[in-house]
C-alpha cells in the first residue's frame, strides 16, 4: 500500500532515485490516456475541421516540439533530484521562481485539474443514463470526482505509482473495447472509410497551425512541474526513454480514437460519451463508466500534486500535504465551472501565451548559458547564486513579457507558439550576456 510522501520541495536522496524508464512510461502514459485528452482530438476535428489523420499529425508535431523541451527541463529531476518549481529558481531567481513560475503553474495546474473533473463527470452523466436511467446532473458530479481525486493527490507521488499498477491495463482495456465499439457500429456513421476520409473537413495551413499551437501550448503549462515525473528516476537516459516514448504514443493513440468519434458524431465529446449510445450491454457501459473514473482519478492526482508543489515553492512553511489539501479546496470548487470545458480551445490558447515564451527562456539559460548544471544548495538560499536582482532574473522577466506580446498579436497562420518560444529564446540570449556585464544585475547567477 502507498504511504504519505514525507518529502517536499527538498531534494529526493539518490538512493531514493531507483525508478526506471518502464516506471516513469507507465505513470506518463497512463497520464496521456484520460478523458481530457481525448477532447483534445476531438477539438482538433471540430473545432479545427481538420480531417482525421491530419488531427493526429498536428497533436503528434505539437508533441515531438513540447517533449524536446520536456525532456530536456526533466533532467534536473533524474540529475538532481529537486522538484520543477525549485528548479524554476535558477532560471528566474530565488523569488522570481515562487512567484512568477509557481503562480503561473498554479494556475494551469488548478484549470487540468477543474476540466478533469468536468469532462470526466459529462461522460459519468451519459454512462449512468445509458447504464440505469439515471439523471445524473453534472456539477454534482464534478464535485464529488474532484474531492476524491483531491484527498488521494494528498497522500503524494507514491500513491500515484501504486495507482498506475490498475489505471494502465485498464486504460489499455478501455482502448481495445471503444475502439470495437466503433468498428463494429451499425450506425454508417461510425464507419471505418467514411471516418477516415472525413467528408465536410478540410485541411488548411491556418487550423493545422492554430492547433500544433493549441497542443503546444497545453503541454508546455507542464514545464515547471516536469522534473517532479522524473525526480525518482535513477538516470537522464530512463527519463528521456520514459517520457518521449509515452508521449508520442498517448498523442496518437488519444487523437486518433477521440478524433475518430468527433467526425462519426460531428461534436467534441470524450469516448466515454460517445461509446454510452453505441451499446446496450450493461457489462460494457459498466466497465466504460470503472474506466472513466479510474483514468481520471490518476491523471487528477497529478494535477492535485502538481498544485501543492508550486504552493509549496511560493510559500516553503506550508510543506507539501498542507499546500495541496489548500490548493485541492480551490480546485474541488472550480470543477463546479462546465465552462472549462465547453471554452477550453479558449482557456488553453491563453495558457499558452505564457508557457511557449517561459520555455524559450529557461531552454536558453539551461542549455547555454547554465550549460545544464545547477548548484543545488544555492536554490534554496535567497543571498546564494541565484539572487540576480532582488530575487529575480531581470533578462529572463524582460524576455518572457515580451514574448507575451508577440505570441498574442501573431496571427495562427505564423504558428505563434514557435514565436513565443523562438523570441523569449532569441531575446534572452541577448538579454543574459548584457546582464553579465552587470553585477547588481548578475548576482551570482549568471553563469
Request: charged letters at 10%.
Amino acid at each position: 500500500m502507498p504511504a504519505v510522501e514525507e518529502l517536499g520541495i527538498q531534494p529526493v536522496p539518490r538512493e531514493q532515485r531507483t525508478g526506471t524508464w518502464v516506471d516513469l512510461f507507465a505513470i506518463n502514459f497512463a497520464f496521456g490516456i484520460n478523458p481530457l485528452y481525448f477532447v483534445m482530438g476531438a477539438i482538433g476535428v471540430v473545432t479545427f475541421n481538420l480531417p482525421l489523420w491530419w488531427a493526429v499529425a498536428g497533436l503528434t508535431v505539437g508533441q515531438l516540439f513540447s517533449y524536446a523541451i520536456l525532456a530536456t527541463a526533466a533532467h534536473m529531476g533524474s540529475d538532481y533530484g529537486i522538484p520543477g518549481q525549485v528548479g524554476m529558481r535558477a532560471f528566474l531567481g530565488f523569488w522570481g521562481a515562487r512567484v512568477l513560475s509557481s503562480g503561473y503553474r498554479t494556475v494551469a495546474a488548478l484549470y487540468w485539474f477543474a476540466v478533469q473533473a468536468v469532462t470526466t463527470a459529462f461522460a459519468v452523466q451519459a454512462l449512468a443514463l445509458a447504464l440505469a436511467g439515471w439523471h445524473l446532473r453534472v456539477v454534482p458530479v464534478a464535485l464529488v470526482l474532484g474531492a476524491f481525486h483531491a484527498i488521494l493527490a494528498v497522500l503524494g507521488f507514491d500513491v500515484l505509482r501504486y495507482a498506475t499498477k490498475v489505471i494502465l491495463p485498464l486504460a489499455i482495456a478501455f482502448l481495445v473495447v471503444i475502439i470495437v465499439l466503433f468498428v463494429r457500429s451499425d450506425d454508417p456513421r461510425f464507419a471505418v472509410g467514411h471516418v477516415f476520409d472525413s467528408p465536410g473537413h478540410h485541411l488548411t495551413w491556418v487550423h493545422f497551425s492554430a492547433y500544433v499551437t493549441l497542443v503546444i501550448g497545453s503541454q508546455l503549462t507542464f514545464l515547471p512541474s516536469i522534473a517532479d515525473f522524473s525526480r525518482y528516476t535513477r538516470s537522464r537516459r530512463d527519463s528521456d526513454i520514459g517520457l518521449y516514448t509515452s508521449a508520442l504514443l498517448s498523442a496518437v493513440i488519444v487523437t486518433f480514437v477521440g478524433g475518430f468519434g468527433a467526425v462519426a458524431v460531428g461534436a467534441v465529446k470524450n469516448p466515454f460519451e460517445v461509446g454510452a449510445g453505441l451499446t446496450g450491454s450493461k457489462a460494457v457501459l459498466a466497465f466504460l463508466l470503472v474506466a472513466v473514473i479510474v483514468q481520471s482519478t490518476g491523471v487528477n492526482i497529478i494535477n492535485a500534486y502538481n498544485v501543492g508543489m508550486s504552493l509549496a515553492n511560493a510559500v516553503p512553511r506550508l510543506g507539501r500535504i498542507i499546500a495541496t489539501a489548500i490548493g485541492a479546496v480551490v480546485a474541488v470548487a472550480l470543477s463546479s465551472q462546465p465552462d472549462l470545458l465547453t471554452s477550453a480551445a479558449d482557456w488553453i490558447t491563453n495558457l499558452g501565451n505564457v508557457s511557449a515564451p517561459l520555455a524559450g527562456a529557461v531552454m536558453v539559460d539551461y542549455l547555454v548559458v547554465k550549460r545544464q548544471r545547477i548548484d543545488v544548495d544555492g536554490l534554496y538560499d535567497p543571498r546564494g547564486p541565484y539572487r540576480y536582482f532582488a530575487g529575480v532574473n531581470v533578462a529572463a522577466a524582460v524576455a518572457i513579457a515580451v514574448a507575451i506580446v508577440v505570441y498574442y498579436v501573431m496571427p495562427h497562420s505564423l504558428s505563434k507558439a514557435a514565436w513565443g518560444f523562438g523570441v523569449a529564446a532569441a531575446l534572452y540570449w541577448v538579454l543574459a550576456r548584457l546582464q553579465q556585464r552587470v553585477p547588481a544585475l548578475a548576482g551570482g547567477g549568471a553563469g
